[in-house]
């Protein structure tokens, strides 16, 4: 660290309380966004493969009561969790015109499925926005410190002006180094999220109509 | 009850990333940090260049007074320097003058010396054509030869004096500054053509206990002259009282530089020079009080 006099970690130790805090903070939230980028990636990618197996298997099996047993392999499916929340409904009233009832419980699932899949996400958000500002007022803060510092040195030369300048816009890089990935990040989840949502909305109308037509013949057991 | 069991899953899954979030985030701070180590001690350190400016006064300023002692060690410098760059800077002052026939400047040199040789002479025109038509006539090239020496000969002629009253005044700037520090005796060979001059003079009668003060506040004076916008006027006079056992007593300006960061070095150093060694006997006992004047420049005394 003190062979390079311009490194990066010679700039932050000469850096006063405030943009220390602010970086700080950044790198904080940093840490959380790839965690979180992290997380929802593993599991989006998870509940979308799980369902679309599900849905083969949905279209595939025309008895629903081996497509509940087929559920069960599939618990991180968004589907699979929608279906078999629908189907418990559908075998707990078993008459005909019930089905307003499941179409409710389909679609208490789906919000549930909803707020399980969007989960933490907003975060993304609050970093993307907040921290190239936040950065920047660290920014404002060093070059405040470093404008006093010219003023009491009464020089004005590059040699004065520019390290206080440099060490100032440490606080700027970090804003952005910590808001391009959650943004980045933000986007891809919601579009995959959007994507889920959208095949969830579907299929809750499809299951609907297959429990109308089983629903002439009352279920077994 | 099942809900609540996943979600404490999920927490975990949460945390067991963020905790890798954290380990790879320390992991590239690491490595940058590595980085920078490497790059610090990569044998290509980035080039500083010092330049230090030399003012010599104009044309017009002061001549060499004549017969005030011989030039010290600083003319044995100075004057080597000088003498050799004083033609090659008048030509190279002339040197835009034929702009009209660059080409000529060239081909002139070989072909004054060649026109004996046959084969030469064939040689030249076939090299010069493409550029220009003007080897027809080598006898032009004689004719700008001789305008140009008669032209180096005339501008050196009239710029010889004034390099040689530039050269004088410095050296009268620094005899007085020889002879204003003490009464030296400038014993100094002047400086040669070849820059052979040996010099020594110009100490004054430095007291040793002073002198060795000197260098142990200048050793202390943690200051940089890039610091400073201008160097005006940038001059502190300081009276320092030392005790008999070397301790700095007392700090007196006399005189303030216009910038604080100089006076506070300067206050800085003398307090980070206390306690000086003891004082000598001849001294006496008291104590005794030595002034100082700072400048970008250094310490005098």
């Known amino acids: 660290m003190a062979d390079s006099q311009f490194g990066l970690f010679s700039l932050v130790s000469d850096s006063g309380p405030v943009v220390l805090a602010v970086l700080f903070l950044l790198l904080s939230f940093s840490v959380v966004s790839w965690a979180i980028i992290a997380y929802k990636f593993g599991h989006i990618r998870k509940s979308r493969h799980e369902s679309d197996e599900f849905l083969d298997c949905f279209f595939e099996i025309s008895n629903l009561d081996r497509v509940f047993a087929e559920s069960e392999k599939y618990r991180n499916g968004s589907l699979a969790r929608v279906f078999r929340a629908g189907y418990l409904e559908y075998r707990a009233t078993g008459k005909v015109g019930e089905t307003e009832r499941i179409r409710r419980a389909i679609k208490r699932e789906v919000n549930v499925e909803n707020k399980r899949l969007g989960r933490l996400v907003p975060f993304l958000a609050t970093v993307g926005n907040t921290a190239p500002f936040i950065g920047l007022f660290g920014t404002v803060w060093g070059i405040m410190n470093s404008f006093h510092n010219i003023g009491l040195t009464q020089s004005a030369s590059l040699a004065a002006v520019a390290p206080g300048i440099s060490e100032a816009l440490v606080a700027t890089a970090a804003g952005l180094a910590a808001a391009i990935p959650a943004v980045m990040g933000y986007n891809y989840l919601i579009q995959q999220i959007g994507t889920i949502e959208r095949d969830l909305e579907d299929f809750s109308g499809e299951f609907v109509s297959a429990c109308l037509e089983k629903s002439d013949t009352p279920p077994s057991a | ?301």
């Open chain 2, 1 to 301: 009850m099942k809900r609540s069991q996943e979600f404490r899953i999920e927490r975990r899954r949460f945390s067991f990333w963020l905790a890798v979030a954290a380990g790879t985030h320390l992991l590239v701070l690491l490595s940058a940090l590595a980085y920078q180590h490497f790059l610090g001690s990569s044998p290509n350190p980035p080039k500083i260049v010092n330049v230090s400016l030399v003012s010599l006064p104009g044309p017009g300023g002061a001549s060499l007074p004549a017969g005030e002692g011989e030039p010290g060690p600083a003319s044995s410098e100075t004057v080597p320097r000088e003498s050799p760059d004083a033609a090659p800077e008048a030509v190279k002052t002339v040197e835009p003058e034929p702009v009209a026939v660059p080409v000529k400047k060239t081909v002139s040199k070989p072909a004054k010396q060649k026109i004996p040789e046959k084969p030469v002479k064939e040689k030249l025109p076939a090299r010069s054509e493409p550029v220009l038509k003007t080897p027809e006539k080598p006898a032009d090239i004689g004719k700008a030869l001789e305008k140009l020496k008669q032209s180096v000969d005339r501008k050196s002629a009239a710029s010889g004096p004034a390099k040689q009253d530039n050269l004088g005044s410095a050296l009268a700037r620094l005899q007085q500054k020889v002879s204003s520090q003490g009464s030296g005796k400038g014993t100094g060979g002047g400086g040669s053509a070849a820059g052979s001059g040996t010099g020594r003079g110009g100490g004054g009668k430095a007291d040793p206990y002073k002198v060795r003060i000197a260098s142990i506040i200048q050793k202390n004076w943690e200051f940089s002259s890039q610091m400073l916008q201008n160097s005006y006027g940038m001059e502190v006079k300081v009276h320092i009282f030392i005790l008999d056992d070397g301790t700095i007593s007392e700090i007196t300006f006399d005189r303030r530089a216009p910038s604080a960061y100089l006076n506070n070095s300067v206050k800085r150093a003398l307090e980070k020079s206390s306690p000086l060694p003891a004082l000598p006997s001849d001294y006496g006992s008291g104590g005794i009080s030595i002034g100082f004047v700072f400048t970008p420049e250094g310490i005098d005394m």
